[in-house]
């Protein structure tokens, strides 16, 4: 990445993750949508129905389901911060009871790129047979 056009320090970088993330926490759809980069691309780790790479425009599209799923929100724990010129890595947990009844609790980790303040590539690990027991309701990829 090209330091000489990426304009937010490491800190901004930091505080910018940091709000996304409570953003998350908190239900904040727009906030959320907004703090990624035109160009962004969001990729979810694994061999999922929920792995793949996802554009803003799709963000948008499913930001809003990630609630709907969690009609009582997430609780996001953040364990580590570490920011390092335009990226954060982020070491967390998630907790929440899943519109099905069901209990989802996973160990997360993200390692967000950030460009002129906003989320230019964020890469989730998490751990997969937790996501598809619950948010893919068991179901694998073909």
Do not use: W
């Amino acid at each position: 990445m090209n330091q000489q056009n990426n304009t937010a320090s490491v800190e901004q970088n930091r505080q910018i993750v940091t709000a996304f993330l409570q953003a998350m926490q908190s239900g904040d759809v727009a906030h959320i949508v907004d703090a990624y980069h035109e160009d962004a691309t969001l990729q979810t780790m694994g061999n999922t129905l929920i792995s793949g790479s996802y554009n803003k425009q799709q963000i948008k599209e499913f930001a809003g389901g990630i609630f709907d799923a969690f009609p009582h929100g997430l609780n996001y724990q953040v364990h580590h911060v570490i920011a390092e010129q335009d990226r954060v890595a982020v070491e967390a947990s998630v907790s929440g009871e899943h519109a099905a009844g069901q209990l989802y609790s996973n160990d997360l980790h993200f390692l967000f790129t950030l460009l002129d303040g906003k989320i230019l590539r964020l890469k989730e690990y998490l751990d997969t047979e937790k996501a598809t027991a619950v948010l893919c309701a068991g179901q694998r990829p073909e």
